[in-house]
């Protein structure tokens, strides 16, 4: 079973305006991490945003913001007042937590991404 | 503080041959974790490498190694290519900060291409 899904292969937004990026994701363990990358046609990921397992409130960075809502396993990113440069290909992962020495770490398990084209 | 930095970034080789891949982590991270990621399979775990040790490993053929050195500088090696290595390979850096939890920092790749 796919741990990490990203259903909008694609999605356009108007310059300014706000887009809902999904993911949905599957895991048993109770401590985990949620991320959000941005992959330009360079092909450097760029971490955008972390939410924890046990985070109560919703992760929020700049103009990404991540909707978090545990009880339905999905971790969708808000991206208010679109821009041109935020056209790219777009990243959830999780990381089921190993915990070892008050550190949490763990390999990134990828959804398929979501391609983002800001229109002016 | 520099960005994690990978070379070479392009590559070509052809099957059978061997070839090495660089990684330089931010300074003062200590993990270093390897990504392929091609158009079918999309972006796979490879292994990680804390303080020189191997700390967690993908679902790769042994053909696929690495090793991190004293100075957190990683390689990652393989041996035999076939056509379905081309790919782009990832390298992140990462450190526990104050949260305890440890966010991966992607340098910009490696693209292999095996003919």
Same mark, same amino acid.
């Not at chain 2, 991270?29 to 775990?45: A, D, E, I, M, N």
């Not at chain 2, 090793?67 to 056509?83: A, D, H, P, Y």
């Given at each position: 079973a796919q741990k990490i899904t990203q259903t909008q292969p694609g999605m356009f937004v108007q310059e300014k305006e706000a887009v809902t990026l999904d993911?949905? =994701?599957?895991? *048993?363990?109770? *401590? =985990?991490?949620?991320?959000? =990358?941005?992959?330009?046609s360079s092909g450097e990921m760029i971490f955008l945003i972390y939410q924890g397992s046990y985070d109560q409130q919703n992760a929020t960075e700049g103009r990404y913001s991540l909707n978090f809502q545990k009880a339905r396993k999905s971790a969708n990113l808000v991206i208010s007042a679109s821009q041109l440069g935020d056209s790219a290909m777009y990243f959830c992962a999780m990381r089921e937590d190993i915990n070892a020495g008050g550190t949490s770490y763990g390999k990134l398990t990828f959804g398929q991404g979501t391609i983002l084209t800001v229109h002016p | 503080k520099a960005g994690v930095t +990978?070379?070479?970034?392009?590559?070509?080789? @052809?099957? /059978?041959?061997?070839?090495?891949? %660089?990684?330089?982590?931010? $300074?003062?991270?200590?993990?270093?974790?390897?990504?392929?990621?091609?158009?079918?399979?999309?972006?796979?775990?490879?292994?990680?490498?804390?303080?020189?040790? +191997?700390?967690?490993? /993908?679902?790769?053929?042994?053909?696929?190694?690495?090793?991190?050195? $004293?100075?957190?500088? %990683? #390689?990652?090696?393989?041996?035999?290519?076939?056509? /379905?290595? $081309?790919?782009?390979?990832?390298?992140?850096?990462?450190?526990?900060?104050?949260?305890? +939890? #440890? @966010?991966?920092?992607?340098?910009?790749?490696?693209?292999?291409?095996?003919?």
């Open positions: 993911c949905t =994701y599957d895991t *048993s363990d109770p *401590s =985990y991490g949620l991320f959000w =990358y941005k992959q330009p | +990978q070379t070479p970034r392009y590559l070509i080789k @052809t099957r /059978g041959q061997q070839v090495t891949l %660089s990684c330089s982590p931010i $300074s003062g991270h200590r993990s270093v974790s390897w990504y392929q990621q091609t158009p079918g399979q999309g972006l796979q775990f490879l292994f990680e490498y804390f303080s020189e040790t +191997q700390r967690n490993k /993908g679902n790769f053929p042994g053909r696929f190694s690495g090793r991190q050195f $004293s100075n957190s500088r %990683s #390689e990652m090696n393989v041996s035999t290519l076939e056509l /379905g290595d $081309s790919a782009l390979y990832l390298c992140a850096s990462s450190f526990s900060g104050t949260s305890g +939890q #440890e @966010t991966q920092y992607f340098g910009p790749g490696t693209r292999l291409l095996v003919l």
